[in-house]
Protein backbone atom coordinates (compact mmCIF):
# COMPACT_ATOMS: atom_id res chain seq x y z
CA UNK A 1 0.00 0.00 0.00
CA UNK A 2 1.85 3.19 -1.29
CA UNK A 3 0.68 6.70 0.06
CA UNK A 4 1.85 10.11 -1.17
CA UNK A 5 2.25 12.58 1.44
CA UNK A 6 3.86 15.55 0.61
CA UNK A 7 4.73 16.16 4.48
CA UNK A 8 6.14 20.14 3.81
CA UNK A 9 2.55 21.08 2.68
CA UNK A 10 1.20 20.31 6.33
CA UNK A 11 3.78 22.26 7.86
CA UNK A 12 4.10 25.31 5.47
CA UNK A 13 1.84 28.27 4.93
CA UNK A 14 3.14 28.60 1.40
CA UNK A 15 0.71 28.06 -1.15
CA UNK A 16 1.20 24.45 -2.54
CA UNK A 17 -0.88 21.86 -3.92
CA UNK A 18 -3.20 20.03 -0.84
CA UNK A 19 -3.82 16.24 -0.98
CA UNK A 20 -6.81 15.03 0.23
CA UNK A 21 -5.47 12.31 2.65
CA UNK A 22 -3.61 14.52 4.41
CA UNK A 23 -7.01 16.05 6.20
CA UNK A 24 -6.62 12.54 8.01
CA UNK A 25 -3.20 13.78 9.53
CA UNK A 26 -3.28 17.07 9.78
CA UNK A 27 -6.00 17.08 12.34
CA UNK A 28 -3.58 14.35 13.73
CA UNK A 29 -0.12 16.47 13.65
CA UNK A 30 -2.05 19.39 15.33
CA UNK A 31 -2.64 17.22 18.68
CA UNK A 32 1.50 17.61 19.77
CA UNK A 33 2.80 15.18 21.95
CA UNK A 34 6.14 15.79 21.90
CA UNK A 35 9.15 16.51 24.82
CA UNK A 36 11.22 18.36 22.62
CA UNK A 37 14.06 17.11 24.46
CA UNK A 38 17.45 18.07 22.22
CA UNK A 39 19.66 15.08 21.49
CA UNK A 40 23.09 15.28 23.06
CA UNK A 41 25.10 14.28 20.59
CA UNK A 42 25.39 15.38 16.89
CA UNK A 43 24.47 12.35 14.33
CA UNK A 44 24.80 11.76 10.68
CA UNK A 45 21.44 10.47 9.25
CA UNK A 46 20.22 12.33 12.66
CA UNK A 47 15.83 12.57 12.80
CA UNK A 48 16.09 16.04 14.40
CA UNK A 49 14.62 17.86 11.39
CA UNK A 50 12.31 14.94 10.30
CA UNK A 51 10.99 14.15 13.70
CA UNK A 52 7.93 16.45 13.64
CA UNK A 53 7.04 14.46 10.44
CA UNK A 54 6.96 11.05 12.34
CA UNK A 55 5.01 12.16 15.31
CA UNK A 56 1.46 11.37 13.97
CA UNK A 57 3.01 7.60 13.84
CA UNK A 58 3.83 7.61 17.38
CA UNK A 59 0.86 10.14 19.04
CA UNK A 60 -1.79 8.56 17.61
CA UNK A 61 -1.33 4.59 19.16
CA UNK A 62 -0.93 3.55 22.55
CA UNK A 63 1.66 2.06 23.37
CA UNK A 64 4.09 0.97 26.65
CA UNK A 65 7.31 -0.06 25.86
CA UNK A 66 9.82 1.97 23.26
CA UNK A 67 12.16 0.28 21.34
CA UNK A 68 15.16 1.63 19.34
CA UNK A 69 17.37 -0.76 17.65
CA UNK A 70 19.31 2.00 15.19
CA UNK A 71 19.52 4.66 18.06
CA UNK A 72 22.55 7.10 16.90
CA UNK A 73 21.71 10.07 18.39
CA UNK A 74 18.02 9.49 19.25
CA UNK A 75 16.41 12.28 17.97
CA UNK A 76 12.70 10.26 18.18
CA UNK A 77 13.71 8.88 21.46
CA UNK A 78 14.30 12.67 23.06
CA UNK A 79 11.49 13.94 20.83
CA UNK A 80 8.64 12.25 21.88
CA UNK A 81 6.90 11.76 25.21
CA UNK A 82 9.19 9.06 27.35
CA UNK A 83 7.45 5.57 27.45
CA UNK A 84 6.81 3.29 30.34
CA UNK A 85 9.98 1.20 29.47
CA UNK A 86 12.29 1.70 26.87
CA UNK A 87 14.93 -0.36 25.10
CA UNK A 88 17.21 1.95 23.28
CA UNK A 89 20.17 0.02 20.93
CA UNK A 90 23.41 0.51 18.63
CA UNK A 91 25.87 -1.59 17.60
CA UNK A 92 28.39 1.19 18.19
CA UNK A 93 30.19 0.06 21.80
CA UNK A 94 31.67 3.48 22.08
CA UNK A 95 28.25 5.34 21.62
CA UNK A 96 26.49 3.40 23.86
CA UNK A 97 29.37 3.29 26.15
CA UNK A 98 28.67 7.66 26.04
CA UNK A 99 24.82 7.00 26.82
CA UNK A 100 25.46 5.11 29.64
CA UNK A 101 27.85 7.55 31.43
CA UNK A 102 25.36 10.20 30.08
CA UNK A 103 22.40 8.03 31.85
CA UNK A 104 24.70 7.85 35.47
CA UNK A 105 24.16 10.46 37.87
CA UNK A 106 27.48 10.66 38.96
CA UNK A 107 29.54 10.89 35.96
CA UNK A 108 27.56 12.77 34.22
CA UNK A 109 27.97 15.59 36.77
CA UNK A 110 31.97 15.12 36.74
CA UNK A 111 31.41 15.38 32.55
CA UNK A 112 29.26 18.66 32.49
CA UNK A 113 32.38 20.03 34.73
CA UNK A 114 34.92 18.66 32.80
CA UNK A 115 33.33 19.78 29.12
CA UNK A 116 31.96 23.09 30.27
CA UNK A 117 35.50 24.49 30.42
CA UNK A 118 37.15 23.13 27.56
CA UNK A 119 38.39 25.76 24.64
CA UNK A 120 38.48 24.09 21.20
CA UNK A 121 41.40 23.92 18.92
CA UNK A 122 42.37 22.38 15.85
CA UNK A 123 45.34 21.60 17.60
CA UNK A 124 43.30 20.05 20.83
CA UNK A 125 41.17 18.39 18.50
CA UNK A 126 43.87 16.47 17.09
CA UNK A 127 45.40 15.41 20.37
CA UNK A 128 42.31 14.34 21.43
CA UNK A 129 41.45 12.08 18.28
CA UNK A 130 44.95 10.66 18.86
CA UNK A 131 44.34 10.25 22.68
CA UNK A 132 43.48 5.89 23.76
CA UNK A 133 41.68 6.27 27.36
CA UNK A 134 40.88 2.92 28.76
CA UNK A 135 38.18 3.76 31.53
CA UNK A 136 34.35 4.06 30.49
CA UNK A 137 34.42 7.91 31.87
CA UNK A 138 37.71 9.12 30.11
CA UNK A 139 36.42 7.20 26.66
CA UNK A 140 32.84 9.27 27.10
CA UNK A 141 34.36 12.43 27.32
CA UNK A 142 36.43 12.29 24.78
CA UNK A 143 33.53 10.37 22.49
CA UNK A 144 30.97 13.65 23.33
CA UNK A 145 34.00 16.33 22.97
CA UNK A 146 34.82 15.09 19.68
CA UNK A 147 31.24 14.47 18.48
CA UNK A 148 30.76 17.91 19.15
CA UNK A 149 33.66 19.37 17.09
CA UNK A 150 33.84 16.91 14.23
CA UNK A 151 32.56 18.02 10.62
CA UNK A 152 28.81 16.81 10.89
CA UNK A 153 29.55 14.65 14.35
CA UNK A 154 31.27 12.35 12.09
CA UNK A 155 32.78 9.94 14.52
CA UNK A 156 34.14 7.58 12.20
CA UNK A 157 37.57 8.97 11.18
CA UNK A 158 36.47 12.54 12.49
CA UNK A 159 37.76 15.93 10.97
CA UNK A 160 37.52 18.87 12.40
CA UNK A 161 34.50 20.97 11.72
CA UNK A 162 34.12 23.27 14.91
CA UNK A 163 33.25 27.12 14.67
CA UNK A 164 34.04 29.60 16.94
CA UNK A 165 30.11 31.28 16.83
CA UNK A 166 27.92 29.32 14.72
CA UNK A 167 28.22 25.80 16.88
CA UNK A 168 27.11 25.16 20.14
CA UNK A 169 29.33 26.69 22.49
CA UNK A 170 30.90 24.61 25.12
CA UNK A 171 29.37 26.46 27.90
CA UNK A 172 26.13 24.84 26.63
CA UNK A 173 27.54 21.67 26.35
CA UNK A 174 26.14 21.04 30.18
CA UNK A 175 22.74 21.93 29.61
CA UNK A 176 22.40 19.36 26.67
CA UNK A 177 24.48 16.68 29.02
CA UNK A 178 21.54 17.10 31.74
CA UNK A 179 18.40 16.93 29.94
CA UNK A 180 19.25 13.87 27.91
CA UNK A 181 20.35 12.69 31.67
CA UNK A 182 17.01 13.75 33.25
CA UNK A 183 15.45 11.98 30.13
CA UNK A 184 17.67 8.16 30.05
CA UNK A 185 18.06 7.79 33.51
CA UNK A 186 14.58 5.91 34.40
CA UNK A 187 13.19 2.89 32.91
CA UNK A 188 15.97 2.92 30.02
CA UNK A 189 17.80 -0.22 29.08
CA UNK A 190 21.22 0.73 26.85
CA UNK A 191 22.01 -2.45 24.78
CA UNK A 192 24.93 -2.58 22.43
CA UNK A 193 24.36 -5.38 20.11
CA UNK A 194 22.91 -6.81 16.91
CA UNK A 195 19.34 -5.23 15.63
CA UNK A 196 17.77 -8.61 15.29
CA UNK A 197 18.30 -9.25 19.69
CA UNK A 198 16.14 -6.16 20.09
CA UNK A 199 13.54 -6.89 17.36
CA UNK A 200 12.88 -10.66 18.38
CA UNK A 201 13.09 -9.68 22.07
CA UNK A 202 9.58 -11.06 23.24
CA UNK A 203 7.67 -8.42 25.43
CA UNK A 204 4.17 -8.93 27.89
CA UNK A 205 3.76 -5.02 26.66
CA UNK A 206 2.65 -3.43 23.69
CA UNK A 207 5.62 -2.47 21.95
CA UNK A 208 6.48 -0.09 19.52
CA UNK A 209 9.89 0.44 17.49
CA UNK A 210 10.97 3.68 15.36
CA UNK A 211 13.65 1.96 12.85
CA UNK A 212 15.99 4.10 11.26
CA UNK A 213 18.79 1.60 9.74
CA UNK A 214 21.53 2.98 7.38
CA UNK A 215 20.40 3.32 4.17
CA UNK A 216 20.00 1.38 1.14
CA UNK A 217 21.38 3.43 -1.82
CA UNK A 218 22.11 6.40 -0.42
CA UNK A 219 25.91 6.31 0.34
CA UNK A 220 26.76 6.49 4.20
CA UNK A 221 29.48 4.28 4.98
CA UNK A 222 31.92 6.68 5.49
CA UNK A 223 29.20 7.93 8.32
CA UNK A 224 29.21 4.95 10.70
CA UNK A 225 31.71 2.12 12.13
CA UNK A 226 29.58 -0.63 11.21
CA UNK A 227 27.12 0.12 8.19
CA UNK A 228 24.56 -2.25 6.18
CA UNK A 229 25.10 -4.41 3.22
CA UNK A 230 22.28 -5.88 1.40
CA UNK A 231 22.01 -9.24 3.99
CA UNK A 232 21.20 -6.88 6.22
CA UNK A 233 19.00 -5.29 4.54
CA UNK A 234 16.90 -8.51 3.71
CA UNK A 235 17.27 -9.39 7.63
CA UNK A 236 15.80 -6.74 8.37
CA UNK A 237 12.81 -7.02 6.36
CA UNK A 238 12.43 -10.79 7.23
CA UNK A 239 12.33 -10.08 10.89
CA UNK A 240 10.15 -7.19 10.35
CA UNK A 241 7.87 -8.86 8.69
CA UNK A 242 7.46 -11.75 11.42
CA UNK A 243 7.33 -9.18 14.40
CA UNK A 244 4.44 -8.59 16.74
CA UNK A 245 5.59 -5.99 17.83
CA UNK A 246 4.54 -2.23 16.15
CA UNK A 247 7.14 -0.77 13.93
CA UNK A 248 7.49 2.57 12.36
CA UNK A 249 10.83 2.49 9.45
CA UNK A 250 12.78 5.22 8.08
CA UNK A 251 14.25 4.65 4.87
CA UNK A 252 15.57 6.42 1.65
CA UNK A 253 13.48 6.87 -0.89
CA UNK A 254 14.58 4.11 -3.16
CA UNK A 255 12.64 1.50 -5.82
CA UNK A 256 14.51 -1.22 -3.89
CA UNK A 257 12.90 -0.67 -0.56
CA UNK A 258 9.59 0.02 -2.31
CA UNK A 259 9.85 -3.45 -3.68
CA UNK A 260 10.87 -5.18 -0.67
CA UNK A 261 8.03 -3.53 1.84
CA UNK A 262 5.46 -3.92 -0.85
CA UNK A 263 3.96 -5.88 2.04
CA UNK A 264 3.34 -3.18 4.34
CA UNK A 265 2.35 0.62 4.71
CA UNK A 266 4.76 2.93 2.98
CA UNK A 267 4.52 6.39 2.88
CA UNK A 268 6.03 9.12 1.03
CA UNK A 269 7.38 12.31 2.92
CA UNK A 270 9.57 14.86 1.30
CA UNK A 271 10.35 17.88 3.45
CA UNK A 272 12.14 21.21 3.15
CA UNK A 273 14.99 21.89 5.74
CA UNK A 274 18.11 24.37 5.72
CA UNK A 275 21.37 23.02 6.46
CA UNK A 276 24.31 25.46 7.99
CA UNK A 277 27.71 24.40 8.14
CA UNK A 278 30.44 26.95 8.72
CA UNK A 279 29.75 29.81 5.93
CA UNK A 280 26.93 28.08 4.40
CA UNK A 281 23.09 27.96 4.94
CA UNK A 282 22.12 25.50 2.16
CA UNK A 283 18.28 24.85 1.15
CA UNK A 284 17.25 20.89 1.02
CA UNK A 285 14.42 18.50 0.04
CA UNK A 286 14.54 15.56 2.32
CA UNK A 287 13.51 12.59 0.85
CA UNK A 288 12.46 9.37 2.60
CA UNK A 289 10.12 6.51 2.98
CA UNK A 290 8.16 5.55 6.59
CA UNK A 291 7.08 2.12 6.60
CA UNK A 292 4.53 0.39 9.15
CA UNK A 293 2.76 -2.32 9.53
CA UNK A 294 -0.29 -0.46 11.60
CA UNK A 295 -2.84 2.02 10.00
CA UNK A 296 -3.04 5.40 11.29
C1 LIG B 1 20.72 6.24 10.55
S1 LIG B 1 21.66 5.96 12.04
C2 LIG B 1 20.43 6.24 13.28
C3 LIG B 1 20.19 7.72 13.46
C4 LIG B 1 19.22 8.05 14.59
N1 LIG B 1 17.86 7.66 14.27
C5 LIG B 1 19.23 9.53 14.92
O1 LIG B 1 18.19 10.22 14.89
O2 LIG B 1 20.34 10.04 15.23
C6 LIG B 1 21.89 4.23 11.99
C7 LIG B 1 22.61 3.60 13.20
O3 LIG B 1 22.61 2.18 13.03
C8 LIG B 1 23.74 1.65 13.68
N2 LIG B 1 23.96 0.28 13.18
C9 LIG B 1 24.58 -0.10 12.02
N3 LIG B 1 24.56 -1.45 11.91
C10 LIG B 1 23.89 -1.93 13.01
C11 LIG B 1 23.53 -3.25 13.47
N4 LIG B 1 23.86 -4.34 12.78
N5 LIG B 1 22.83 -3.36 14.63
C12 LIG B 1 22.53 -2.25 15.37
N6 LIG B 1 22.85 -0.99 14.99
C13 LIG B 1 23.52 -0.83 13.83
C14 LIG B 1 24.85 2.65 13.35
O4 LIG B 1 25.89 2.56 14.31
C15 LIG B 1 24.07 3.99 13.40
O5 LIG B 1 24.21 4.59 14.66
Known amino acids: MNQQLRLFDIY ?9 KLDTLRGISRAKRVDNVRPFLRYPGS ?3 AAKFIEPFWA ?9 PFLGGG ?15 DIDEELINCYRVVQDPVMVQR ?21 KPVDE ?23 WGFHPIKSVQPDKWPDRLQSAHDKLVDNVE ?7 DIITHKSSRRVWMFVDPPYYAADQKRAYKMSFNVEDHLELNELLKNTKHMFCLTYDNCPQIKELY ?22 KIGKELIITNYDL
Do not use: C, Q
Not at 12 to 20: G, L, V
Not at 145 to 157: E, F, H, P, Q, V
Not at 190 to 196: K, P
Open 12 to 20: DDSPKSTNI
Open 47 to 49: KYN
Open 60 to 68: NIEFDEYRE
Open 75 to 89: AIFFKMPKSNYSILN
Open 111 to 131: LKSDVSSVMPTREWFETLKHS
Open 137 to 159: YARALRYFMINRTAYSGIMNLPN
Open 190 to 196: LTNTHFR
Open 262 to 283: SWANIYELEWMYHTANSNVTTR
